[in-house]
């Protein structure tokens, strides 16, 4: 008889077979894990490229750091354990992945909180907190223009304000899209200052809206202030805020009181605001399109709005930038901008703010450390906490007091 003996040596890659399946997929959840990081890493910190393609990729892909804190946590500690177990099982190019992805996943989070605290008090607990449900008062329509309604949320304070502000507030979206409810807990949080707060849509792009959308907004303006009685506001106290195109548009309505070229598009008269405010906003149309890091995104939006590039135009992108309206008497302005913005550059908000001073306007130019486009989407975003004290001290000084 004979006996058929298997060596231990033959029995390890049996075994090593029956494993290699779950190995398999372990080591194809790590690379699926750490990959992601690592192109958000080298997004969020790369320099402007010369290339549009590639610098419209890494813009868009760097919009959504700021907003996956908690899963970059995450993903930082899991590419650490990806690592140390690939340096034990002597698997190299795992390591490398994984200990890049968890430098990378941690600077993404330390670095915008460290720049943060460096300039305000701020507080974990409040960046991840949800805003209270914000609501509107009422909304209404203030008007009808090519069989379109424009409407208008309003926010109403508890206790008005001893002047009896109201601010009038215009939302972004590259012009082309957004809704009065975007900025709804931002609403409810100026409406809680004691400010009277109205929300209005506009006609959006296309067809090219540089002159329609700023006529709608003077057109809200002068319904604003003839709804005085009914809202217990002083027609006298109205003010004007937008965040990104909406920025803009505000401050175009603001600063081209009696302009032909932007008349209100219903029947209202026109009269000053009593103050402004641009939240990343575009000042300078034409210097956007030579250094902003969404070459191809601004490129689109603007065509949209104003019918055509920089080079057919022209006219129509000076016009259309608040910095080609300065002049002594305008009203007090605040600008916030991010310094990571990658639509606006940052150099825009303090270029118009700088030639707003020395026109004799009051201007305040706030550079937000490490703040993407649109941080004000969320309410808790170090940006928005370092923003808050900033517009609550600039409605206390121009505003709240009549």
Not at 1 to 16: L, Q
Not at 177 to 202: C, E, H, I, K, N
């Amino acid at each position: 008889m004979t006996t058929t003996t298997t060596s231990p040596t033959a029995e390890r890659p049996r075994r090593a077979r029956k494993k290699s399946p779950w190995r398999r997929l372990l080591r194809g959840a790590a690379w699926t894990l750490c990959v992601p990081v690592i192109v958000l890493g080298i997004a969020f910190f790369a320099p402007r490229l010369p290339v549009g393609p590639v610098q419209d990729a890494l813009g868009m892909t760097a919009l959504f750091v700021p907003w996956l804190t908690g899963f970059l946590t995450i993903c930082a500690i899991a590419a650490a354990v990806t690592a140390a177990a690939a340096w034990r099982s002597g698997r190299r190019a795992l390591f490398g992945t994984g200990a890049l992805a968890c430098l990378l996943g941690v600077l993404m989070v330390a670095v915008p909180w460290a720049a943060a605290a460096r300039t305000a008090e701020v507080s974990w607990p409040e960046y991840f907190a949800s805003p209270a449900t914000a609501r509107p008062t009422a909304t209404e329509t203030y008007a009808g223009i090519e069989g379109q309604d424009l409407k208008a949320d309003v926010y109403l304070p508890d206790t008005p304000a001893p002047g009896k502000p109201a601010l009038l507030y215009v939302h972004g979206g590259s012009w082309n899209s957004g809704t009065r409810a975007d900025s709804a807990p931002w609403l409810r949080w100026m409406a809680d200052q004691g400010v009277a707060v109205f929300s209005v849509d506009y006609r959006l792009a296309p067809p090219p809206r540089w002159q329609d959308a700023v006529g709608d907004v003077k057109c809200a303006l002068g319904w604003v202030r003839g709804k005085a009685a009914e809202y217990g506001i002083a027609p006298s106290n109205v003010s004007i805020a937008g965040d990104s195109a909406g920025g803009q548009l505000a401050l175009i309505a603001a600063y081209t009181v009696d302009d032909q070229r932007f008349r209100p598009s219903c029947d209202v008269p026109e009269a000053p605001v009593k103050s402004a405010m641009g939240w990343y906003a575009p000042t300078d149309l034409p210097a956007l399109l030579d250094r902003t890091g969404l070459p191809g995104v601004a490129a689109g939006a603007l065509g949209d709005y104003l019918g055509g590039g920089v080079d057919t135009r022209r006219a129509a992108y000076e016009a259309s930038s608040p910095v080609s309206h300065v002049r002594p008497g305008l009203p007090p302005t605040l600008l916030v901008q991010g310094d990571r913005d990658h639509m606006i550059p940052a150099t825009q908000a303090a270029d118009l703010a700088g030639k707003l001073r020395g026109a004799g306007v009051p201007a305040t130019a706030v550079t937000i450390p490490w703040a993407e486009h649109n941080f004000t989407g969320q309410w808790g975003s170090w940006g928005s906490q370092i923003m808050r004290p900033h517009v609550r001290a600039f409605l206390q000084q121009h505003v709240l007091n009549g």
